[in-house]
């Protein structure tokens, strides 16, 4: 049985759709819009606030306005990432949610709450949106039984992104046969000796988000939890082996940042960082880069897979037009478009040349070798229903984590303790 605390979180969302869906209509159907001219209005809550992502998001929007009167406005709101799952869930259960919305490792909570309009059937119905193009294996993760509940429009392996001003000056260069975490952390080390600046981040962990940090577990082997999700596996051999890497890196080998220092890669301050494809819409050529799959663990080769969907909730006082908006968002030829930023689910667009034809910073060789060859074996990151109770209490432990003398195993033998109530079986 799920826990009380789990429950009573579900219960509010579950709450939250259905006091509005009743006032709403429900899901849509197939009929056309009965809305009047300019008298709908969209909003899609999203985490970005990069300034070409929302341009393109409005100038598709745009587009679908003009053949669609009853449209008064399209919005995106940029909500911050750290906070996003807890601000989406807080605007579901008191009324204001958006109609359309980014999910991640929120997905599964709204789909178990029915809090999500079911994609399939409009979606296939829609003239030239090519539902079969879109390949399963990437839409598992939105699905449940066959039903597709949000269309998964980014699906990035994390990469390697490489700083090759920062190694020229340290005298490092990289050998991608020999790429592994213990060269990284070596040439990280020789970067922060000559220059000052960091060797290695992981992209959005800041020592808070710690369930991004599989980018780096997953190369020893590890898990968080066990495939049922009932069986914390924080305190594995693996896993103290990997954390014991990171903490040797911090406090021994000084290639990656401590707590407190900030090092952004995109701003020149690090030599490595762990990011998806959509990330390199920040590169502004002011240092020479490159790509690669990411270093090689203990284990040898992996990919981790990083994944956003676009869905509507069912609390949206206009489903049937917010569904109609997201069919056109997300057909092929739109598609194609966002795929300059996000690598794509449809199996006709994912060649190393197609996705460089509309992406400005890397190229098809990059792009080949990083997303369309990691793509197939790429694993997801540990998804759980509850993510925001798991992610704090898991914090809270961790804390302990970065300090010189920080015992390892006994810090997440604990964590384990911390999360036990939590996980319970699918």
């Known amino acids: 049985m799920k826990s009380a ?7 509010t969302i579950a709450a939250g759709v259905l006091l509005v869906s009743a006032c709403s209509g429900g899901s849509p159907n197939a009929a056309p819009t009965s809305a009047a001219p300019g008298s709908v209005d969209l909003r899609m809550s999203v985490w970005t606030s990069d300034a070409k992502q929302l341009a393109l998001f409005t100038s598709i929007a745009d587009q679908y306005k003009t053949t669609h009167p009853e449209i008064k406005s399209i919005t995106f709101e940029s909500l911050p990432f750290a906070d996003y799952n807890t601000t989406l869930t807080t605007q579901v259960a008191g ?21 999500m309009v079911p994609l399939t ?28 509940y949000a269309y998964p429009f980014s699906n990035s392996p994390f990469a ?11 005298g490092q260069t990289v050998d991608p ?12 080390a020789a970067v922060n000796a000559q220059t000052g600046k960091a060797g290695f981040v992981i992209r959005d962990f800041n020592y808070s988000s710690w369930l991004t940090l599989p980018t780096v577990w997953t190369g020893w082997g ?48 690090s030599a490595f960082t762990t990011a998806q494809v959509s990330r390199a819409s920040l590169l502004d050529g002011s240092f020479d880069y490159d790509i690669y799959p990411l270093p090689k663990g203990p284990v040898g080769d992996y990919s981790v897979l990083g994944q956003a969907g676009m869905g509507v909730l069912q609390t949206s006082k206009h489903p049937q037009e ?23 689910p449809r199996q006709s667009l994912l060649t190393g040349e197609k ?27 540990p998804v759980h229903t509850g993510p925001a109770q798991i992610a704090q209490t898991g914090k809270t432990v961790l804390d302990r984590m970065w300090t010189p003398d920080a015992n390892v195993k006994e810090v997440l033998t604990d964590m384990c303790t911390a999360l036990k109530p939590l996980l319970t079986a699918e």
Request: charged share 20%; glycine share 6%.
């Open 322 to 344: 917010a569904t109609d908006f997201l069919a056109f968002l997300t057909n092929p030829t739109n598609s194609a478009q966002l795929a300059q930023f996000f690598p794509p």
């Open 222 to 269: 590890a898990e968080a939890w066990n495939a049922a999700g009932d069986t914390c596996e924080m305190d594995s051999p693996q896993m103290v082996d990997a954390f014991q890497f990171l903490h040797d890196s911090i406090y021994v080998n000084k290639s990656m940042p401590g707590p407190g220092t900030t090092a952004d890669f995109f701003a020149g301050d």
């Open 121 to 148: 059937e409009p979606f296939k119905a829609t003239e030239g949106y090519d539902y079969g193009d879109i390949l399963p294996s990437v839409a598992k993760s939105f699905s449940q039984d066959d039903e597709l």
């Open 5 to 11: 605390r789990k429950l009573a979180a579900l219960a």
């Open 355 to 381: 996705l460089a034809a509309v992406n400005t910073k890397l190229t098809a060789d990059q792009l080949q070798r990083v997303v369309v060859d990691e793509l197939p074996e790429a694993v997801s990151p």
């Open 95 to 115: 009324g204001n949610a958006p109609d359309l919305a980014w999910v991640g490792d929120i997905a599964k909570d709204l789909i178990v709450s029915d809090a």
């Open 160 to 170: 390697l992104y490489v700083n090759k001003t920062l190694l020229a000056q340290a």
């Open 177 to 188: 046969a020999n790429l592994t975490w213990d060269t990284v952390s070596k040439m990280g």
